[in-house]
């Protein structure tokens, strides 16, 4: 958030906005805000059946404006909040009512949290920082695994790794998807935008269409219909492999994870965890010492747990009618 | 928690039981019991109204028991429910159901979150830490400050540097207490028990007596009755001097701590940055360069934040009422 709240301000521009989900970006966007003087909005999804969205506590903290998505303040926000309902937000709907306001007001610039090329290039520090640490130990890895909502993180990730692959190494790149939201595994490599309303400038990706309504899974960050144009072109040329898990299974393994490790995990890590474990089960039963790198984040409660519907019995996978996933790819037959 | 789930093994005993109150304390013994292959069981306090304990969900993560305290299950807590109500618990209750729990059942341990010099020694990691730190950019502290719930984060953080002290070097150490619970600076020096029902037994600390009711304030952790040992016999030796701040002054000082730092802090921590600021500012009033050395713990939450109180202008300052704390140290008049 910092540099593109830096490059809002070089341009001369009063304020910055942006889409998100949660507490995090808002924090983020909103401390860069600050921190240049600029004023931030954020449309942020909206929770269900209520009139704040998620996060919005944070925006009070920085200062910023907090509008739950889909809003009544911009006309793509209005159209799916009459049609479709106040509860069916989700991030491309939030990003594309902030590039609706970047584009109809020149006094704010647009900025974006996942997908583009310069947020994955923010990203890389956590690959290089994680290459420094492999390198103090003698060590590279043969896997790196990651889960993949847009992205940014994933190809932050791999990105330090991935001219030594170029070159030759052999180097494994997994990125594991929802099986929900399969844009690698079962979508097609074409022109989309990465806001739902096709507002924003389309870029070559995998994707499932921007209008593909995933089943209902917890993982929000997970539920995206694209993939971000940098990872979409290395998994196209094969040097990225792609898998697809269910929650159940990813909730499971990440639970394993948690009581054997100490940390309990955001969902999106326990995607990740899951691959990881089965490519150890792999390692030990034909004996190879692979190194495996991936990264994880903590759960961010102290009241709830993500476990919780899991524990509860409450959890169960969702797969995509293929009538559905097939009327949503239907626009690009043709294209690719 | 680890330690003390170890030397619990050591015994031979089945499992371990203790007190307290939220879901990072509640992690941590249910890892450690989990490492070891003991039971594990917290009484935690009761949330406002409801069936349920504070971090109670964490319980099932870990597989160990959360009794929501006061319970039904022990004497002492069957008592306080039933006499002054479902909502009336407190950490040093929480840690009284505990304790009657391990002294009836020979196959459970007691294990304790704070006070006691065991939980000193083991958080005294932070302050070699910060040691090894500030030894990397050659400084030493000329402040070292630290809100004190029972004193062991604060404790733990000074340990390293009160050899120095001692030996003359001018460090001064700074304890800041919540103004609603001025166990330093207005309590006595007596023996007291950690528990509110007194069964554990009395260590010598500065304490406004176990049966002290504070009155409301947010930080739960700043509102325990008693300073742990070592930290009471340091601030009586006047190795350390004390502050009573409010929840208003702290909680806007660390608002404006997190708009500049970007880092949106727990309750405890803004007693801390409230001092910091107060002595960073007679600082740049006097010209003098002193390095200050203090920690943060960020908030845990993403849909909420503890600056929600201060912003809806909720926040008034609590003080106990001269009559209340004399009753509560009437107990000890002559006794010191």
Redesign the interface.
Known sequence: AIPQAFYTKQTGAEGIVTGGA???WI?AIG?AA?LFGLKGRVYSVRKPGSDHA??D??G????VDVLASPSESTRVGKLQHDRQGPDSGSIATALAEAYEEATRNPEVKFAIPTLMGHTLIHQTIVGLEAQRQLAAVNEAPDYVIGSIGAGSHFGGLIAPFVPARIQGRDTRFVAVEEASTPSLTRGVYTEESADAAGLMPQVPMYTLGREYSPPGVLAGAMRYHGVAPIVSALYREKYISAVAHGQVESYSAG?MF??AE?I?LSPHAMYTVKEVIEQAMRCRESGSADTILFTVTPA??????P??AL?DGLLHDEKPEEASLKKSLSRFIGRN
Chains 1, 2 share one sequence.
Do not use: C, I, N, Q
Not at 60 to 63: I, K, M
Not at 300 to 305: C, F, L, P
């Open positions: 949660g507490g995090v924090s401390h600050a998620w996060g506590a944070f009070r903290v920085w200062g639970l948690t009581r100490g309990v961010v409660s102290t009241e709830s747990t476990y919780d524990l």
